[in-house]
């Protein structure tokens, strides 16, 4: 009874607040940067007709697409003169100090959406789009308060990462988070595609990695083996760049390489009571040529130019290195004194091979210790609690994407009374935090900003097993990742942010997902995780 009046109220709460424009805010997320009403009205009905000369047909298809599922609205996709059409999509080669940025202009007759690129006039569409799905539709004609909006996003990488190792969730839920991503601008997807639990791409040259190394996940070592083919991997890159998505591919070593090593035990370099066939083997040559070989495969599958080799969490399990026959050999030859030489002389030997694919390394924050060149190599800070890698990683000139632990992974609970997902020494990742970002941090030295390249949420799915938890870790943090990754500080603010949220949950739940409601928790009750609770 109770559950059923915060319902209701809760109903008509959201009722109340859907408008297009709030209090100077305008219903779309990531807030744009700058934002100007008029007093008129445009109205959008299947009556509307487009006009564009543009490269990118695929941006306006995606554009019908949504419109008609979000709205009812079918719009037609050929272009019509420009007097006969009611949105016009121009190139606009003098915006292009601006390289993602769009204006759109609603006026009383028409809308106008310009930009430089392809991309800036994708993320104009979406700006539409979402005034769109969420204005009152009163027998399908939309009334847009007329408006000028330029934007541009503050951070070039707005990315999220997807451990799929742990936990795997397939094509269709892959897609479905992509689309989202688009919807919200967001731009980056790390795939986390091999780890301890299993190897989750197909590489043809080695059949074993995924026939042997696919089975079992986090919680069921017996699991059937469930991997992506080539196929199915060239499909979600094309489903991501369509939508400006442009995916990173995770391979991680030398440690993680559990799964990889149940299917070529011959190089394992062994691992720790706790953390069994952690590492790849640094002493053998046989080494490098295969993981050359795999990267090989996976360079041709992603045409981004960045490969990530992981290189976290090595000392979890590199203790056989100390008695490894291979490895001592290796010591001696090249004159290495720790094994942390050891792991630095693995890391540059690997970065050497993803350049010579032409490709450049992407690795977590332990190899701004390694010493490679700055123009080689971009790192992502995650450990939150040492602050001084995130300095020197800037001092020394990465490129440094900003994803640390607190509050950018989304396998922490976002509510203290949740049982299942990390808290560390008693801190979790709430949306508020999440939405302070990064201005909440005092580190990052002003002078190197420069070398920040943007932010990132990570996804480990230890204790995500299915899609209601999937969706339940992830989804309500998304919205707050986005206007944090685009809008800049002085567009910011949380109070405008949580009442435009709303009507975002709303299309979430008429879109099926399995939300974290942070108003009503009482009405997502937080689905059963596996392993302990806490
Ligand atoms: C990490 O969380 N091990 C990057």
Known sequence: ?????????????????????????????????QLSFGKD???ISKKARLNYNIADKQILEIFVEKLEAQTGISIKT??????????????????KSNNEGYELQISKNSIEIKAATNTGLFYGLQSLLQLSTFSKNKSKKIALPTAKIVDKPLYEWRGLMLDES????????????????????LNKFHWHLTDGPGWRIEIKKYPKLTSVGAKGNWHNPDAAPLFYTQADIKEIVAYAAKRHIEIIPEIDMPGHAAAANSAYPEFSGGGSKKYPDFTFNPGKEGTYQYLTDILKEVAELFPSKWIHLGGDEVHYGNHKWKTDSHVQALMKKQNLKTLRDVENYFLHRMKD?????????????????????????????????????????????????????????????????????????????????????????????????????????????????????????????????AEAAWTQEKNKNYENFIIRLKPVLDLFDKNGLYYFNPFYPELTPEPIGVGKQN
């Open 353 to 481: 091979s993803v350049l010579s694919l032409n490709k450049k390394m992407v690795g977590w924050d332990e190899i701004v210790d390694a010493n490679i060149a700055s123009e080689e190599s971009m790192v992502m800070w995650w450990r939150h609690d040492k602050p001084k890698q995130l300095k020197k990683a800037l001092n020394k000139g990465y490129e440094t994407v900003l994803c640390p632990r607190i509050p950018l992974y989304f396998d922490f609970v976002q509510m203290d009374a949740h049982k299942w997902g990390r808290k560390r020494r008693g801190e979790f990742c709430t949306l508020d935090k999440l939405y302070a970002f990064p201005n909440s941090l005092s580190i990052a030295p002003k002078r190197k900003k420069q070398f920040v390249k943007g932010i990132q949420a990570n996804v480990w799915t230890e204790r995500i097993q299915n899609e209601d938890r999937f969706d339940f870790m992830i989804y309500t943090r998304l919205v707050a990742l």
């Open 78 to 95: 050929e272009s019509v003169s420009k007097q006969k059409a009611s949105i016009i999509l121009t190139e606009d080669a003098s915006l």
């Open 1 to 33: 009874m109770n559950m059923m009046k915060t319902f209701f109220q809760y109903t008509i709460f959201l009722l109340l607040t859907v408008c297009v424009y709030v209090n100077g805010y305008a219903q779309i997320i990531p807030q744009p940067n």
């Open 166 to 185: 742990r936990h795997f969730f397939g094509k269709e839920k892959v897609k479905e988070l992509l689309d989202w991503m688009a919807f919200f601008k």
């Open 41 to 43: 009205t445009f109205i």
